[in-house]
């Protein structure tokens, strides 16, 4: 008996349901309820959202149930991957320096010299790393060099709020990825990435690199000083938990570290490359262009109304008075045609997308992709106009799906574009008016996106494209009443 059949049993026995009242309320054949209740026949798609909803069940029913559903469906393997990397897109946030944790820095006046030697106690050991990293990051053309994992997540909460607005600082990150998961269980590789999308979110130019190992092994407690931080005239070696560390403050000691740290690159691979700024990501796009293969899929909680802007609209709402602006907008419409000009002559691209994402354009006439110190929220005939056109520009080219109640929240200021050759673009905002863009090249990472986002369309957690354009088209009748 598999674990569906099981957990169909103990919900319809905890229900005391009889099988012909339910077979009435799901609008199922008897006969062919029983076969799936024993087991003896697969449940379709769409028998089992009739059979969830017939057995109105609570929350954490429908979880457990959906959970033993998509197992038989899909096989453990598959599940388990997919699942972890749905919680990553649902669940990924980057505070702010004014949101993270003042706790984790100490008072400024706190603030000096590193000292060297042995070092106890977390306390002792963070103080005594974000006092060196904080010194580096004041230098020009400083370099701090981590070789951390994402369990020293006070580092990792610390860095935004450390860094100057406008540095000069180069992070170079080595990372060890999990080489021996078995089961599709990606989570600590993806828990990895997160780690590295949020050392990006300290303003910094930040260079991820990543090797695979036993994690476990390679960082247990046998393995005294497995971490690493070389930043203001020091270099720190660390305990994994981050109990006890040996700081060296001798140049040539730092040398050492330096040296072995560049050896150490020798042996990795870029885990994903960083732009900063509009401006930057739009020439990015332009240069890669020609030698990449379109989008295949791309999924955020907005729907991805940025192609269909117009330059009308745009010349209402920028702020003129921006040093630059009239030539950043003409990057942003040459980029616009082009994209436009690549969909009518490519195969399908599909796009994903929440209700939450919709209404929050529809509410406040903003897209998270663009500044608001570049462009004021959208007026609401403006906000009816960009969805009209998204709706009459809607073509074979170009399917958008809406994720239906259930799904997993997507987060808003997060992006992934999966393009066709396999390459990932993740897209963030890490606060109001900063963005960061990353190209994933860690194969393994990017083919969890990939492999989600094909599953989505044919798993039935999406609407379809004839009721998603009717959902679209009574939020445009709630906005065409408002003017």
Known sequence: MSMLSEKLKEIIQKKQIKMYALATLCRID?????????????????????????LRLSPEEQAELTACFNIADMGEEEYLRRSCTSEFLSSFRVASAEESDSAV????????????????????VNHAVLSAIRTEMEQKNGEILLMVQPEYDSLFQALPELAPKKGTCTIRHILCLEGTEKNGDNRYNLRCLRAAMQAAGAGC?????????????????NNLLPYLVVAGGSAIQISSRLEYALCHRG????????????????????????????????????QIAPSREPP??????????????????????????????????DQLMEYICGQNEEWSKRSIQIDYFTLEGLDYFCNTGRFWQIPEFDCAPLQVRDRYELLRRYDTMWNDSRVHLMYRPGMPRLSIGLEAVVYRDGAVHLIQEHHPNAYASFTLREKSLSYCFKDLLAFLEKSGGTYTQEETRAILQRKMEVLKSQF
């Open 30 to 54: 008897r006969a062919t309820l029983y076969k799936y209740v024993s087991g003896d026949r697969k449940i379709p798609v769409e028998a089992f959202r009739q059979l969830a909803e017939g």
């Open 105 to 124: 820095l100490p008072e400024l006046a706190q603030w000096g010299s590193v000292p060297e030697g042995p070092l106890y106690g977390s306390l002792g």
């Open 205 to 221: 130019a930040y260079v991820p690199y990543y090797y695979y190992d036993n994690v476990h092994a390679h960082f247990s407690n």
């Open 251 to 286: 140049k040539e000691q730092v040398a050492f570290f330096q040296k072995l740290f560049a050896e150490a690159v020798t042996k990795t691979q870029p885990l994903c490359g960083k732009i900063h700024t509009a401006a930057e990501n739009l020439a990015f796009d332009g």
């Open 296 to 329: 295949r899929y791309s999924i955020s909680a907005e729907p991805c109304l940025v192609p269909y802007l117009t330059r009308d609209i745009l010349e209402r709402n920028v702020n003129w008075n921006l040093p630059g602006i009239g030539a950043l907008m």
